[in-house]
């Protein structure tokens, strides 16, 4: 047996120990808890970055809750602004979301750096970009 495979093993039988030792917080404060069916997870597969997720009906997409004197960080989106009931799909559809972005910024830089400078500075950017190792390494200054 690998020690991975023991380790794993003796990590279930504390778990195990510990929950049959310690009462659950939830059981000792006399709290029925069972999980919200808003929450059970669908298949996030084929998320899109037109797919903007929901905006969280509690505080209309803002985060924020206004009371009388301050204002709150929602209690229902946790001050996302989304509805969460698909949290899967938020995080695929924001990590689309960042890709596109830095795939924009890095064209716009390119082109930035185009519009510039002029085809010798680049070409000459470009040899010393290729040889800064070598000069470093084997150039003695002699």
């Not at 084929?46 to 206004?66: F, R, W």
């Not at 990590?95 to 924009?104: A, G, N």
């Amino acid at each position: 047996m690998e020690s991975s495979e023991i380790k794993r093993i003796q990590l279930i039988e504390r778990q195990n120990r510990r929950n049959a030792e310690s009462e659950s917080i939830l059981d000792s404060l006399g709290l029925d808890y069972q999980p919200s069916e808003h929450l059970i997870l669908e298949s996030a597969d084929n998320v899109t970055l037109e797919d903007k997720p929901a905006k969280c009906k509690e505080c209309s997409g803002k985060g924020k809750v206004k009371s009388l004197f301050s204002e709150y960080e929602c209690f229902s989106c946790f001050g996302i602004g989304y509805d969460l009931s698909d949290p899967v799909r938020i995080m695929k559809w924001q990590q689309l979301c960042m890709s596109w972005s830095k795939t924009k910024i890095r064209k716009l830089e390119r082109d930035l750096h185009i519009a510039t400078t002029t085809e010798a500075e680049r070409m000459e950017q470009g040899m010393n970009e290729f040889y800064k190792d070598i000069k470093k390494n084997h150039f003695r200054g002699d």
